[in-house]
């Protein structure tokens, strides 16, 4: 029989009089939990208990009561072959890992580096210990950028963080571009979840620099491309174009020197996937 391997975290919470009554969902977020972890652990009957006993989201905390959350994890990331690389980890705990990386390391496999990525020595890392890997990469930087990487080890990460990847013309096509770490210039995009439901979550993006198509490759290199896409993610199943929109402008006047600020509402067909009450909750 095949071996099961599964990575397992308990997480104690005793709740004290620092904080008024909560019902659990939102003391996880306060705790820096995302929706989507959220949404894992309803799962799981036995992932979140109060005083020992199964309890719901909306189950409000009082003072002297114990939450403790199980984090369970048998997955591993696919198409990422582990690999025997020297892996420099300047410091490890149960939750996360921070790696110095060497110039010349990708950070993810791609076509022309598919074995000696970051992401295939870590592989081989947690094979080597029987664990599940799933790669959770908070700050991706470039190849040929050396320097610290925070690594998350399940699934609680930060939701939010900086995409750094290089854009470049993809090979045979005037229109696509794509993350290319030899030939691309550099891209930087400041992203942060606002909210996630029915599926889909609401992000919030600064771009750093203003390539071509910028956000719709990023969003997709961190694994979660826009819906509706037709280049990047051809799915038009809830929107039929690009969910992505410029809500909020501010600049200075140029002749005037007036600092100016201009709000566009969401788009109707955005707010029939996000829900009607999405802008009242984030873009007022």
């Known amino acids: 029989l095949e071996r099961e ?25 306060q705790k820096g939990f995302s929706m989507q972890s959220l949404t894992q652990l309803k799962k799981d009957p036995a992932a979140v208990l109060a005083d020992g006993m199964p309890c719901f989201m909306n189950h409000v905390l009082q003072p002297g009561e114990v939450l403790t959350i199980h984090i369970l994890e048998k997955h ?20 996360l890992m921070v ?58 990460t930060p939701p939010e963080g900086t995409i750094t990847a290089p854009l470049a013309r993809k090979e045979g096509s005037i229109i696509e571009r794509c993350v290319d770490f030899e030939k691309g210039e550099n891209a930087i995009t400041h992203y942060r979840v606002l909210d996630e439901k029915n599926g889909h979550s609401l992000v919030s993006l600064i771009l750093e ?16 491309p826009l819906i509706g896409d037709y280049l990047y993610n051809p799915d038009m199943e809830f929107i039929r174009r690009q969910a992505l929109h410029a809500w909020k402008l501010s600049f200075r006047h140029p002749i005037t020197g007036e ?21 009242k909750n984030y873009f007022v």
């Open 99 to 156: 790696i110095n990386k060497p110039a010349g390391m990708p950070i993810h496999p791609s076509m022309n580096n598919y074995h000696n990525s970051l992401a295939n020595g870590l592989a081989y890392y947690f094979a080597q210990q029987n664990c599940p890997f799933v790669f959770r990469c908070i700050n991706r930087l470039d190849r040929d950028t050396s320097g610290l990487t925070l690594i998350a080890k399940h699934s609680v």
């Open 5 to 29: 391997f599964f990575m397992e975290r308990t997480l104690t919470y005793k709740i004290d009089n620092s904080i008024p009554p909560l019902p659990v969902s939102q003391f996880l977020r």
């Open 76 to 95: 591993s990331s696919e198409k990422i072959p582990p690999v025997d690389l020297p892996l420099d980890i300047v410091y490890e705990d149960e939750d």
């Open 209 to 224: 620099t203003g390539r071509t198509h910028q956000i719709r490759i990023h969003m997709k290199y961190l694994g979660y």
């Open 259 to 279: 600092e100016l600020h201009f709000m566009a509402p969401l788009p109707e067909d955005m707010k029939a996937v996000a829900g009607e009450d999405i802008w």
